[in-house]
């Protein structure tokens, strides 16, 4: 389709009446009134206040621990799987994960549950300890209390952004890419840790370079090596004072693109009058893999399109807009960009983009994405009519793998909206309320505004749910103000011509 405009949602054409009794046949009282129980809060707990020099107690120990180490993305994702036994005479239910200072900052998430029990999800909070430190921490408070001797057996998640560097900082450009991982040989507890491993999972098998340790006790080399898994342990009887323990690097091939966001704006606004939801991100992404070490040939560029080798520049994103996508657009700050493609279908919407030119490592480029919804999809309705929640995406992006530094996320309501809450799936920084104004508007219309830092892709389709109160009289502002504006231009003109402007008699 020809995507050179932007499309103009099809708002005031539906009546407001219509439209609630279509919504009011989607859901239920029940469902609502359990939603906006959730949302009693406007957001997750993110941190908890501790004094300085805080330390863990010794009220734990880990049994047994493998670690496994995913460096296959832009950024790296830990599964920790630990058996944890309480060893005090109390029941205890905080659990605390240390991290060293520097990289505490760049941890996107740390997510916790029970593995093999009935625990569930466990809630996580950031340990905000007063003075300076060089450890943080995370806690972790358990669903049940663990008695003495008893066992639970912990599953961590956690997401490190910017820890993989280019080595060397620039290649040819058909050459390959290497990154160099660093890390340590432990995971760095804050309880005694009986036996662990470590299992790192490359991208492809070719690792040229990796930190070699003493060899274990029974004489065997440390790490093995099996194809594309870097193997350091198991190692026994680790205490929390050896930390991490030695400093680990792994050198390896990674032949895609390393597609970071410096900062992604999402605005989602919402209509009533026209039954639409419109979506709009504008993105500002860089290629933070391997630099150029000579200038860009485009003849070389238009030579490797014939066999389409592995490369490290980005050519193109595909956006999974989800089924029912309408209307999309693909601009940036010279226009509408024409190399795109939006595959629609009962199942799933696809568009995909490719930039004005191939992204090397460095290189920057900035784009703006926009589609529409039906917001019957999305908008879920009380039968009093006046509550409504939606419940849309966090984020959607590109299915490329992919982390963001800076998310703003403006979630734009109807004229009149009141008692905004809402939930996030993931802790939010700052939040802002304002009023948003566009045509035909009085006062303005209800804004919310989200500020995330260090997101992973992993949080796509992740869902945000935001519940307003929205009076009946509110429908009619619009064409109040339609109705008066018409009246006034009326009055002014039957005004001006009862004037006589005739000279003399």
Same mark, same amino acid.
């Given at each position: 389709?020809?995507?050179?405009?932007?499309?103009?949602?099809?708002?005031?054409?539906?009546?407001?009446?219509?439209?609630?009794?279509?919504?009011?046949?989607?859901?239920?009282?029940?469902?609502?009134?359990?939603?906006?129980?959730?949302?009693?809060?406007?957001?997750?707990?993110?941190?908890?206040?501790?004094?300085?020099?805080?330390?863990?107690?010794?009220?734990?120990?880990?049994?047994?621990?493998?670690?496994?180490?995913?460096?296959?993305?832009?950024?790296?994702?830990?599964?920790?799987?630990?058996?944890?036994?309480?060893?005090?005479?109390?029941?205890?239910?905080?659990?605390?994960?240390?991290? !060293?200072?520097?990289?505490?900052? !760049?941890?996107?998430?740390?997510?916790?549950?029970?593995?093999?029990?009935?625990?569930?999800?466990?809630?996580?909070?950031?340990?905000?300890?007063?003075?300076? $430190? !060089?450890?943080k921490y995370y806690q972790i408070t358990f669903t049940q209390p663990l008695g003495l001797g008893e066992q639970l057996t912990l599953q961590l998640a956690i997401g490190h952004l910017n820890v993989m560097t280019p080595v060397p900082a620039a290649v040819g450009q058909v050459d390959k890419q290497f990154l160099r991982w660093t890390g340590t040989q432990y995971?760095?507890?804050?309880?005694? +840790?009986?036996?662990?491993?470590?299992?790192?999972?490359?991208?492809?098998?070719?690792?040229? !370079?990796?930190?070699?340790?003493?060899?274990? $006790?029974?004489? +065997?080399?440390?790490?093995?090596?099996?194809?594309?898994?870097?193997?350091?342990?198991?190692?026994?009887?680790?205490?929390?004072?050896?930390?991490?323990?030695?400093?680990?690097?792994?050198?390896?091939?990674?032949?895609?693109?390393?597609?970071?966001?410096?900062?992604?704006?999402? $605005?989602?606004?919402?209509?009533?009058?026209?039954?639409?939801?419109?979506?709009?991100?504008?993105?500002?992404?860089?290629?933070?893999?391997?630099?150029?070490?000579?200038?860009?040939?485009?003849?070389?560029?238009?030579? +490797?399109?014939?066999?389409?080798?592995?490369?490290?520049?980005?050519?193109?994103?595909?956006?999974?807009?989800?089924?029912?996508? $309408?209307?999309?657009?693909? +601009?940036?700050?010279?226009?509408n960009i024409s190399t795109s493609r939006f595959r629609s279908g009962a199942r799933e919407a696809h568009l995909e983009i490719k930039p004005r030119f191939p992204l090397f490592g460095g290189w920057n480029a900035s784009f703006v994405i926009g589609w529409n919804h039906a917001l019957s999809d999305f908008l879920r309705v009380r039968p009093g009519g006046e509550e409504f929640v939606l419940r849309v995406p966090l984020l959607e992006g590109p299915k490329e793998p992919v982390f963001y530094d800076a998310v703003d996320v403006t979630v734009i309501l109807p004229e009149g909206a009141t008692d905004v809450r809402y939930e996030s799936p993931v802790p939010v920084v700052a939040e802002k309320r304002y009023l948003h104004h566009t045509f035909m508007d009085t006062l303005g219309r209800t804004a919310l505004r989200l500020e995330l830092r260090k997101v992973a892709d992993e949080h796509h389709r992740k869902e945000l749910v935001v519940a307003y109160h929205l009076p009946r009289w509110a429908f009619l502002r619009k064409p109040f103000v339609m109705f008066s504006a018409a009246m006034t231009m009326f009055t002014f003109s039957w005004v001006v011509s009862k004037v006589n402007l005739k000279i003399g008699r």
């Open positions: 389709p020809d995507l050179c405009s932007r499309p103009i949602p099809s708002h005031y054409i539906q009546q407001g009446s219509n439209m609630r009794r279509s919504l009011l046949s989607l859901l239920g009282a029940s469902l609502y009134a359990g939603l906006t129980l959730a949302l009693t809060s406007s957001a997750p707990a993110q941190s908890v206040s501790v004094p300085a020099g805080f330390t863990p107690p010794q009220v734990f120990k880990n049994t047994n621990l493998l670690r496994n180490i995913d460096i296959t993305r832009p950024y790296t994702r830990e599964i920790i799987a630990v058996i944890v036994e309480n060893i005090s005479d109390k029941p205890q239910s905080e659990y605390y994960v240390p991290f !060293d200072a520097a990289l505490a900052e !760049d941890v996107s998430y740390v997510e916790a549950r029970d593995k093999k029990g009935p625990g569930g999800e466990f809630v996580v909070a950031k340990v905000d300890a007063a003075g300076d $430190s !060089d450890t995971f760095a507890s804050a309880y005694v +840790t009986e036996k662990q491993k470590t299992k790192l999972k490359l991208p492809t098998s070719e690792a040229p !370079d990796y930190t070699k340790l003493e060899p274990k $006790s029974d004489g +065997t080399s440390d790490p093995t090596k099996a194809g594309p898994t870097v193997t350091y342990g198991p190692y026994e009887s680790v205490s929390p004072a050896q930390r991490g323990g030695k400093e680990v690097a792994v050198r390896f091939e990674h032949t895609a693109p390393v597609v970071k966001m410096y900062s992604l704006s999402r $605005s989602i606004e919402v209509s009533h009058w026209g039954g639409n939801l419109a979506f709009e991100e504008q993105y500002h992404m860089t290629n933070a893999g391997a630099a150029l070490k000579s200038q860009f040939s485009r003849v070389a560029w238009a030579a +490797t399109n014939y066999y389409n080798p592995p490369t490290h520049a980005i050519k193109a994103l595909t956006f999974n807009l989800g089924p029912g996508a $309408s209307d999309p657009y693909y +601009t940036d700050e010279v226009g």
